[in-house]
């Protein structure tokens, strides 16, 4: 049932609530950004949602328009600066995406929505991340975030493909909030946030599913079976 219509409804009564009581943070966050790193407020671009199509995500701006004497960008890492290091901290430039989720185009809890470029790239395991919308939260993002390895993210992604339910999601939500408060796993040393995806074999799955993260296995607990 939660897989069917379920996480929708849940998606959507839970984007509205989040919609009105943070848009006064949202609002706040906005006239930080427009003062401190100009126009525009916002950071748009294409990533891959569900089976792969194109949407336009919604993130509040972090970088700086900084460039060399060639009148090129200048790489994320110079391009990061205070402002976009406290937001990205604390996560409120990803306060937009509820938009998308009211959209229909992402969901609270899913895989991150990565770069379109990098579908062409997945081993066929690692695109099944893609058979649900992407999140503004995951399994990924409260097992090391991006600390860990892509092989390690797509395990993540793929695992919570095959067991997610309402609890889990509930569960992986509220582990958001804690990672959130301790600030874990924001950025890879050396990285705005981590390295590009260059592709990778995928570790054999077990029986036609994803094996089960070994650190997720000590944090979320699967539901069982007869709440899938």
């Not at 009148?71 to 998308?100: F, H, K, W, Y």
């Not at 969901?107 to 990098?118: D, N």
């Not at 999140?135 to 097992?143: D, K, R, Y």
């Amino acid at each position: 049932m939660y897989r069917r219509w379920g996480k929708r409804l849940f998606d959507v009564a839970a984007g509205l609530l989040a919609l009105v009581v943070l848009s006064p943070v949202m609002l706040l966050v906005a006239l930080y950004v427009r003062v401190r790193l100009g126009s525009p407020i916002l950071f748009k671009q294409q990533r891959p949602g569900l089976c792969g199509k194109p949407f336009t995500i919604y993130k509040f701006r972090t970088m700086n328009n900084a460039r060399d004497a060639d009148g090129n960008l200048l790489p994320d890492t110079q391009r990061l600066g205070r402002v976009g290091r406290v937001l990205r901290a604390s996560s409120l430039d990803e306060l937009p995406e509820i938009i998308n989720v009211l959209k229909g185009e992402m969901s609270l809890v899913g895989p991150r929505p990565l770069l379109m470029q990098y579908l062409a790239l997945y081993a066929s395991e690692q695109a099944r991340r893609h058979e649900v919308r992407p999140g503004i939260t995951g399994a990924a993002q409260i097992n090391g975030r991006n600390e860990i390895t892509w092989e390690q993210k797509f395990e993540r992604d793929v695992w919570y493909v095959d067991h997610y339910t309402f609890l889990l999601d509930v569960k992986i939500m509220a582990y958001t909030v804690i990672k959130i408060v301790r600030r874990e796993g924001i950025s890879k040393q050396g990285h705005a946030t981590t390295e590009a995806f260059i592709g990778s074999p995928m570790p054999v799955s077990l029986n036609g599913k994803a094996a089960m993260p070994p650190s997720f296995v000590e944090r979320a607990e699967p539901v069982p079976a007869e709440n899938r």
